[in-house]
């Protein structure tokens, strides 16, 4: 099979609306240079686009024209190493995707413990933030969630009862490891975030985990978070104003 065919053969098992690179298409190093015509006559029959240098994507067509990947997968070669999770979507991108806004952010954020990464993939723009836990794809999911609860005061247009309904459905539908490994996590957040996290999931703790979490709150701190207990029950029990 020649290198254009292959690439072809590569390109066709890609999904619709996926981007995908060199690597994906399993390129070895001294087909570069042919891969990379296969891949501008494919450009030119309008069969895949370039988001950026060495990485392109099949675009799924509508009746409204073609539409771009989602953000998650745009940035999917950043949030991935040799397809390990190494990072994941946090800031305003992840509230909107959330529901918690409905502000769009103009530079992405993205988490990952021990890599600072930047993106730049034409009017997308990532910037680094530190994640508080190694990350992984087996708890990225809830550490977008005590992310939310970190930032919930910064977060605008955010109706607040809507915003605890909503997170607190979240956690509703974690599995038991889920909600082990949260408590676990949220002990590496600031006080702010456990206090709220306690908050939320008092009733579904049991005491023991309840006592380790107040036990790791100073009793003398106060929370400014202007919910009321109309909002959130359990708010007094957590200090949280």
Known sequence: MTISKKVEAEVNRVPIGSTFTYQTLAVDFNEYAAAAKAIERLIKKKVIKRVS?????KPKKTIFGELMPREDELLKNYLFEKNKRIAYITGLSLYNKLGLT???PSTIKIASRDKRIFASLGNLKGKPVKSYIDVSDKN???????DALKDFKQIPDMDKKSGVLLLTDKIKNWDDADK???LKYV???????RALYGAIVENVLTP????SLQDSLNPLSQYEYNISEAILPNAKNWNIR
């Open 140 to 146: 990225y999911y809830v550490l977008e969630i005590l």
């Open 180 to 182: 082990k490994i949260a």
């Open 53 to 57: 240098t060495g990485v392109f994507f």
């Open 102 to 104: 409905t502000q769009v």
């Open 208 to 211: 023991e985990e309840v006592k």
């Open 187 to 193: 002990l590496k957040y600031p006080p702010r975030v």
